[in-house]
């Protein structure tokens, strides 16, 4: 009998596809089950290729693909299923042990009888069993970074995609005087690392905070070129190592802080042009227990 797996799947960019497979791998641990991860075709990149080029799955045979992915999906035994598409937390007794988990959850996903701490610490046992790819790693190691990451605040900052995309994504599209006016308010005086895929933000930081700013190695967003995606993935590793993390809404910065267990700070734009912008991260920082940045997060806006 063939057992059931956890299958996580994403047909989208990679902060999504990595906290999908961070949290597929926490829910299989959780639940003492094989994981698969199937990498949906996108652009000139697909499956076990791609993973090879961003991931070294040597680690842990569970990231391999697998035939019985495609069992699955054509039809073929077991056919008890369990396919979640709602919530943010997972029951228990929502399913039987014979059934498949399947997800395309792009958010953190927990079990209702965990605490958010516990969570947050198999996501960053799950960031162990994928590491680096050769050429990603070669990337993090050139990074022309002069600063001790642990003690820097990542800052990351999407445009790419989100510049003509429609309403939906404008709202994401978080102003740079928005990210100036956090920095300034609770971080005045750490290095800055600084993710994004335009020229132009970097200079603007750099204008303003001078040799605080480190930017990253990505140069360019095409969900469907190698190159692109194994800079971005080195990125994502090297924001993971800052202590804490600020950007607008996005699975990258998601992704980041889940590999690394650390502080994340969504600033939230409104969809009322007339409401300032707030940060959520007041919950992060009590369960994360960084007691100085909760001081200076007291409140969750200026």
Known sequence: MVQPI???FRPDGLGARVVNIATGLYLARRLGRQFRYWWIHNGDVANATTWRYVFDDAKDPRLAMSEYIWDFFTGRPPMNSFIISQGMTLNEDSFTPESNIVFTWHYWLRFGSDTYAEMRAGLRQAAALMP???NVQAAIDAAPVETDLSRAIGVHVRRGDLIGGG??????????????????AYFPDEDIFLCTEDVAIIEEFRQRYGRRVHAGVSKGFNRGS???????????????RCRAILGGLSAFN???????GQ????????????QTPAARAVAELEALGDSDLLGRFASDHI
Not at 174 to 180: L, P, V, W
Not at 228 to 238: F, K, N, S
Not at 254 to 260: K, T
């Open 6 to 8: 956890v299958l996580g």
């Open 132 to 134: 680096p790819s050769r």
């Open 167 to 184: 309403p939906a994504n404008e709202t994401r599209i978080i102003a740079t005087e928005d990210y100036f006016r956090f920095l300034d």
């Open 226 to 240: 190698v190159a692109d995606l194994q800079q971005a993935y080195a990125d994502m590793v090297l924001m993971s």
């Open 254 to 260: 998601r992704a980041a802080a889940a590999l690394g």
């Open 263 to 274: 502080p994340l700070f969504n600033i939230v734009r409104s969809a009322h042009p007339s």
